[in-house]
């Protein structure tokens, strides 16, 4: 065999097998749809029980945290968590003082059912909860944990819910 011919044997295996890669990524990707809608309307219901709601990003960032085997509640927890820094950092000082304490009291019971029940690792609740805590309160390092929290990479690229506890807040 000459070596033209070996390389045109190699290019079209490489070839077969990427355009089986892709066919059978598409099929368990079409075999997925019913858990991925599943898991999308039970993380919408559980940020909006948390007083907000799910924009499309925050959608789309929601169904990759599930395949990245976060599950439906630390995923809710993420995203209300970023979305509280915003509200917590466009909130005004009488806002801080009245609403803010009582709304991070109600995310936060809500969060401890959620990790009472099994559905949160107790690293990332800890993580999530101390979070909400510090933010609802006009204490020394607030600010600097807010402005740590929505530094992360995604909640750089668009708002994940806009607010129902807060309704002037909008998505930045």
Not at 85 to 104: I, N, Q, S
Request: aromatic share 8%.
């Amino acid at each position: 065999m000459d070596q033209p011919t070996f390389y045109s044997l190699i290019l079209a295996a490489f070839v077969g097998a990427a355009c089986v890669f892709v066919l059978s990524k598409r099929r368990k990707d079409q075999d997925s749809d019913a858990p991925s809608n599943d898991a999308l309307t039970e993380i919408s219901a559980l940020v909006k029980h948390m007083g907000y709601d799910l924009t499309p990003f925050g959608a789309a960032v929601a169904l990759a945290s599930v395949e990245n085997g976060y599950s439906r509640a630390e995923t809710a927890s993420h995203l209300t968590v970023i979305s509280f820094a915003r509200d917590a950092k466009e909130a005004d000082a009488e806002t801080v003082l009245t609403k803010l304490p009582f709304a991070g009291a109600a995310i936060l019971r809500i969060l401890e059912k959620l990790h009472d029940e099994g559905n949160f690792r107790r690293e990332l609740w800890e993580n999530d909860a101390g979070a909400i805590a510090k933010m609802m309160l006009n204490e020394p390092g607030r600010d600097e944990l807010i402005e740590l929290v929505l530094s992360d990479e995604m909640a750089l690229k668009g708002a994940f819910a806009t607010s129902r506890l807060f309704p002037k807040s909008a998505p930045l």
